[in-house]
Structure formats: structure tokens, C-alpha cells
């Protein structure tokens, strides 16, 4: 079974543009999590998606922002970014039995 | 304000010895635990979880327990190897109902010393 992928793998961005990430679940799993992963702030929850509706929010500004298509893949958008958004960006899909399985992440830098 | 570097507390342990790593988790009200191993460059990996209705959950070489009067968690591995070099983190969700919102741990960094 393929695990869950994200595209692209790395990104550079400049100051006030936006952004788009793509994460594509495990076989089968329909919810699907982000987290924003930095040095300074470790592991921390965006958002949780679970059959094309946003189930839970974490405490992010609304320039965050993402959508569930009806594959249960999953896409991410950050607009008018800024230096402290770069960060691993991770995604995670969960099977019915509750285990939740990442991806390897994007790596965004913003200069 | 500027932001600084999580200091992750680091575990040094002889291969072939047992680790133990603990967590205090902070929501009463969790009702799911997991532990992951994240290696550099990649994701987290799932390792196990356990639900709060259980103290105590083993896998292979591994084994979770998790004492709620206290809000604490331990992942104990038992012989460790230098594949098990890497940084964990406990996680938490505190969403319930089976949906998903984890809060995770700094991580704790383990080095295995062939």
C-alpha cells in the first residue's frame, strides 16, 4: 500500500506571494491533517479535513487555508506569505482505526 | 519576538540497553496517545498508541504506558539499536468523537551509542 505522499518536496517562495501544497492520503483514509513543523515551535496542528469538510482548526491566521476534494486528497494554501512561514509542512491521513500516518513533508522557504 | 530553537532534552543509552522516554501530556481529556519517531529529513512514523481506557499497550519491542491521574506517558524500548537514534514525540488529541487534532511534545532526542 503507498503511503501518503506530498508534492512538491521543497519550495522557495519570496514575501507576499502564495503558495500551494498537494498531499494525496493513504488508500482508503479520509480524514486528512496538517501541521506546520519549525525549530522554534515544534509540531503544530493547521487544520483536519474529513470527507471535503473542515473538521477541526487549529489556531492559525486565515491566510492558512485548505480544501479536501472527493478522492480525499488534500491541498493546502498559504497566501501573502511571510519569512515565518517557512517550515516543514506535513500532512497526515488516518485509517478508520484511528492510527495517523505522515507524510515525508514539504520544505518551504521563504526569502 | 524573535523566535529561538526548541532545546530538545536528549537521551543517550548504550546499544543493546532499554530507553525509556516520557512525556507529561496537559488535556485531561484526551482520550488517544501516540508516540513517533521522526529520523532527519523525514516525517513522523507512527511507533503505537494507546487509547485512555488502557494503562498499558505493548508492540514489538516497544511498549506505552500511560498513567492519567498523573497526565503522563512513557514509551519504553527494549534493546535498544542504533536504528532507534532519532527524536521522539508523544502526541495527543484532544479532539475526541474520532477526529483528529494533536497536540504533540517537544520530542525528545535519543542517541544510541554503538
Known amino acids: 500500500k503507498a503511503g501518503v505522499t506530498q508534492t512538491p518536496r521543497y519550495l522557495i517562495k519570496t514575501r507576499g506571494q502564495q503558495v500551494t501544497l498537494s498531499c494525496s492520503p493513504i488508500?482508503?483514509?479520509?480524514?486528512v491533517s496538517w501541521y506546520q513543523q519549525t525549530p522554534g515551535q515544534g509540531l503544530q496542528f493547521l487544520f483536519e479535513?474529513?470527507?471535503?469538510?473542515?473538521?477541526n482548526k487549529g489556531n492559525f491566521p486565515g491566510r492558512f487555508s485548505g480544501r479536501q476534494f472527493s478522492n480525499s486528497r488534500s491541498e493546502m494554501n498559504v497566501s501573502t506569505l511571510e519569512l515565518g512561514d517557512s517550515a516543514l509542512y506535513l500532512c497526515?491521513?488516518?485509517?478508520?482505526?484511528?492510527?495517523?500516518?505522515f507524510g515525508p513533508g514539504t520544505r518551504l522557504t521563504v526569502t | 519576538g524573535e523566535s529561538v530553537g526548541l532545546h530538545l532534552p536528549t537521551l543517550s543509552v548504550q546499544e543493546g540497553d532499554n530507553s525509556i522516554i516520557n512525556c507529561a501530556y496537559s488535556?485531561?481529556?484526551?482520550?488517544?496517545f501516540i508516540w513517533y519517531k521522526q529520523e532527519s529529513g523525514k516525517g513522523p512514523q507512527f511507533i503505537i498508541d494507546?487509547?485512555?481506557?488502557?494503562d498499558k499497550r505493548q508492540g514489538q519491542r516497544v511498549t506505552v504506558l500511560l498513567n492519567k491521574t498523573v497526565k503522563h506517558l512513557s514509551l519504553q524500548i527494549a534493546a535498544t539499536q542504533p536504528g532507534d537514534s532519532a527524536v521522539y514525540f508523544c502526541?495527543?488529541?484532544?479532539?475526541?468523537?474520532?477526529?483528529?487534532?494533536?497536540?504533540f511534545g517537544k520530542g525528545t532526542k535519543l542517541s544510541v551509542i554503538p
Open positions: 497526515a491521513s488516518s485509517a478508520p482505526s484511528y492510527e495517523q500516518y
Open positions: 488508500s482508503g483514509h479520509r480524514s
Open positions: 479535513y474529513f470527507s471535503e469538510t473542515q473538521r
Open positions: 488535556n485531561s481529556a484526551s482520550d488517544y
Open positions: 494507546i487509547r485512555s481506557n488502557m
Open positions: 502526541a495527543e488529541n484532544i479532539s475526541g468523537a474520532g477526529s483528529y487534532q494533536l497536540t
